[in-house]
């Protein structure tokens, strides 16, 4: 191996430098390409314009009725909550609850009749069914999770409450989804 | 490579090919001359059954996606225009979707095959490794299919499983955003899902040819679990293990006609012909067959990261099984205790699958959870312990010696005996 460049001395240490710079750069390169690939699967341009705030009609929305709605085609419920849900909800210990929230963090203020969530299990995703289950809020088909009528989930295998979407009232009967206090989310 | 058996070109052409690229020479030491245990039995005809099922279904889904529209708007319309108006789309279809069905048949044969003869061991253990990645591959282009014809099944088989993903700790929610492509299952997810569904069974095949490739290193394990000693142990490949390979695929192909023509939606959901709806879930929604007795690990788990990772490593913790199994005997005929062990291990694999498929509640839990603890005991406990205490019954002193007893008087077998000792020629 007679010619073989020498590894130590100032040869060497420039051969290092070389060999470090060039997978460094291939490093860089690599990721530099691998970048684009990854980030064409996002949600793109046209998806994220579609997700603009939803105005809702509060007013034929039946007292006890969970109307559906859909914004950036994620399922949202809309209830009319009885008075008879609201305080059942408000009176619920904090201890009891899996993922402790108390109802008026869930509703906004003034307006403890609409609650409005999602509407896809927090398990897996499935569509839980309205007025079913212990708790009378809703109940999963799929694994068996049982949420109350403040959409808090109160049995497994769901480690949440269902999401409250961002939203605020325009009047009292009307809200715009995908806005929080005027000011439009991303 | 040198010595036995090897292919020798005899034309003018076949020379000058041969000694520019030598593949007909590989074909022929690897389907030809190769020396196959001559006391394998129908269990081992699954590889080749596994390998007509994967052509099937490479072929028939080429053309089924000559007809398909992935979108959205439109993919379960396509697909009931294939079922109504393309010519024998009807066919096709009934062929692909069966066929997933009886490609997991036949690997489950052969899974329980090579854990029931010890087939995972030494010197084989790359060989089953690669077959475990196999298995994967295969799981994942089932569900990614199952979700292409976007009837409620699909849509929300999609949901369950991208939701599964987001389980996990961090990086979760990004790696379902990319799956998406949105903000929940939509028409971008099936678009990426009908990319990756093409995609992933020609991966299948080129880990297939690894597979195929490490099996002609090693040699086939056997009944006995004794590897090939001498020319008498063996014999070759064509025509022997050609002939029952080929009568075997085609026996297994009556059965699969079976469920082609007389039952193609018996293994399906009727709620599959119902479009998709993002604001309904069907009443049960269970997966696949095939998928239940990992579906009824992640139930028996009250915790959701808990259900995933459990679920995950029931699959994962195959690969595991070289270095668990702590028996230098391969075959499960000669170990009494554990071979009573593995038949309570596919009990329990069958039992959970039956689980799977039952609503998630009282007495079905705590099934599921009493046979997930045994399947992973099986892995953790059983294997490592029953090996160590456990006294193998008397072998055989070779394969012949198996097939006739303890005197031969005869053991032609047209097999050199320098080919059957190095089974290992073309690399």
Known sequence: MANTPPTSGPDGSRRDFLFLATGAGLAVAAGALAWPFVASMAPDAEVIAAGAPLEVDLTPIQEGQIVNVFWRGKLIFVRNRSEKEIKESEAVKLSELIDPQPDSARVKEGHAKWLVVYGNCTHLGCVPIGHQGQYEGWSCPCHGSLYDTSGRVRRGPAPTNLPVPPYAFLNDTKIRIGEDGGKAVA | MSGHATYVPKSRIAKWFESRLPIVGLVHSSFIAFPVPRNLNYFWTFGAILMAMLMSQIVTGIWLAMHYDPS????????????????????????????????????????????????????????????????????????????????????????VITNILAAIPIVGDTIQSLLWGGYSVGNPTINRFFSLHYLLPFMILGVVVLHVWALHVTGQNNPTGIPIKSGKDAVPFTPYATIKDVFAVVVFFVFFAYWIFYQPNYLGHADNYVPANASVTPAHIVPEWYFLPFYAILRAVPDKLGGVILMFSAVIILAFAPWLDTSRVRSANYRPIYRQFFWLFVAVCVILGWLGAKPPEGGYVLASRICTAYYFAHFLIVMPLVGLFETPKAMPGSILESVTGPHPQYGGSGMPAGAAAAPSSKG
């Open chain 2, 72 to 159: 959205a708007g439109n993919a379960f319309n396509s697909v009931e225009h294939i079922m109504r108006d393309v010519n024998y789309g009807w066919l096709l279809r009934y062929m692909h979707a069966n066929g997933a069905s009886m490609f997991f048949v036949a690997v489950y044969v052969h899974i329980f095959r090579a854990l029931y003869y010890g087939s995972y061991k030494a010197p084989r253990e790359v060989l089953y490794i690669l077959g475990v990645i196999i298995y994967l591959l295969m799981m994942a282009t089932a569900f990614l299919g199952y979700t292409l014809p976007w009837g409620q099944m699909s849509f929300w088989g999609a949901t």
